[in-house]
């Protein structure tokens, strides 16, 4: 029996692992999927030159100083993100934008107009402190959006905010969510923006790193864009310690431990288990017992 389980090897699934680890716990972590990452997904380009990055691709060396620091540990090259040149922006098939990189889109002056009130909106609206109302929360961001007066090729505009901040459509998080995630990451603008205040400022290179510490030993490791800070963390935790292609179905909480079944008919026991997937996959599990009422519905 484990000490610890810990069902998803995405960013938290596996900085949770390795915290456990840290504090002499013996740990396993279960990924549905057959790498680690989650999110973060650097995929190889056909041409054989570098990756693309089909997940979160840039960090913050002073907003985010835990990436960072993973990043440094793990002897990772960066590049700041371009701040010139042309931006393009693909909203369907057949709509493509292209605008100098740092103005507004080609729009109308009134549909301009209309985006910098949202954009205003929204800064303002992130910098204020606690939660937002209920009243936000039972409506969607489109909906509250549209609400405001965001034209339609606003609306989509936002959609496409929601798309890579959090990979869901616009109708499917709720307007308190998205202003919440804004306040708890340094408001609105921050998140955006693309210089050394904001989340878009540096990206990773693939490249070799030849002395880290990997099971204990120094290797020589290749690692690739940004999910190589995944595969580092798994090679501290010691990769026997992944089981990858393991998609949870159940977990059954008993007084002295935790049972937890994969779909493939894997069965593992911990003392504890830390479950690290997005809280809209829990209607594919099965919890025992049960998670409160409201706590399921407010989750999914
Ligand atoms: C397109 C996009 C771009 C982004 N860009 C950035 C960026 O540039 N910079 C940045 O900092 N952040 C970015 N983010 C956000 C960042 O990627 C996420 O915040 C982070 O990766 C979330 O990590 P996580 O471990 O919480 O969740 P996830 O990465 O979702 O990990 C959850 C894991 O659980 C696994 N799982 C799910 N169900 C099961 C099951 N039943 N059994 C076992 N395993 C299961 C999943 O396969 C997954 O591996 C971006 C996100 C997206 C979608």
């Not at 990924?31 to 979160?56: C, H, M, N, T, Y």
């Not at 936000?136 to 489109?142: E, G, K, P, Y």
Request: proline share 4%.
């Amino acid at each position: 029996m484990f000490d610890v389980v810990v069902i998803g090897a995405g960013f938290s699934g596996l900085q949770a692992a390795y915290t456990a680890k840290q504090a002499g716990l013996s740990v396993s972590v279960i990924e549905a999927r057959d790498r680690v990452g989650g999110k973060i997904w650097s995929v190889p380009l056909a041409s054989g030159r570098g990756f693309a990055e089909l997940g979160g691709a840039w960090v913050n060396d002073s907003l985010q100083p835990r990436v960072w620091a993973y990043a440094q540990k793990f002897g990772l090259e960066v590049v700041k993100q371009r701040l010139e040149g042309k931006a393009v922006m693909q909203e369907s098939e057949n709509e493509r934008f292209e605008f100098p990189f740092g103005t507004t889109p080609e729009f109308t002056p009134s549909e301009k107009k209309n985006l910098e009130f949202i954009r205003d909106h929204f800064q303002a609206e992130s910098l204020k402190k606690g939660l937002p109302s209920a009243e936000v929360d039972n409506v969607s961001l489109d909906q509250y959006v549209r609400s405001l007066g965001a034209l339609p090729k606003i609306a989509k505009m936002v959609n496409l905010w929601s798309q890579v901040m959090h990979g869901l459509e616009s109708t499917e998080e709720s307007a308190a969510w998205f202003i919440d995630y804004c306040r708890r990451n340094k408001g609105f603008l921050a998140i955006r923006a693309d210089d050394s205040t904001g989340g878009q400022y540096l990206r990773f290179q693939d490249g070799l790193c030849t002395q880290y510490e990997c099971h204990e030993r120094k290797a020589n490791v290749y690692l690739k864009g940004a999910q190589s800070i995944a595969q580092g963390l798994s090679n501290l935790l010691g990769n026997d310690n992944i089981h990858l292609s393991c998609p949870v179905k159940a977990t059954d909480n008993y007084d002295s431990h935790v049972t937890i079944t994969t779909r493939n008919g894997k069965i593992f026991q911990a003392k504890k288990c830390i479950v690290s997937v997005p809280s809209t996959m829990y209607k594919e599990f099965n919890f025992t017992p049960a998670l409160p009422v409201y706590q399921y519905d407010e989750l999914i």
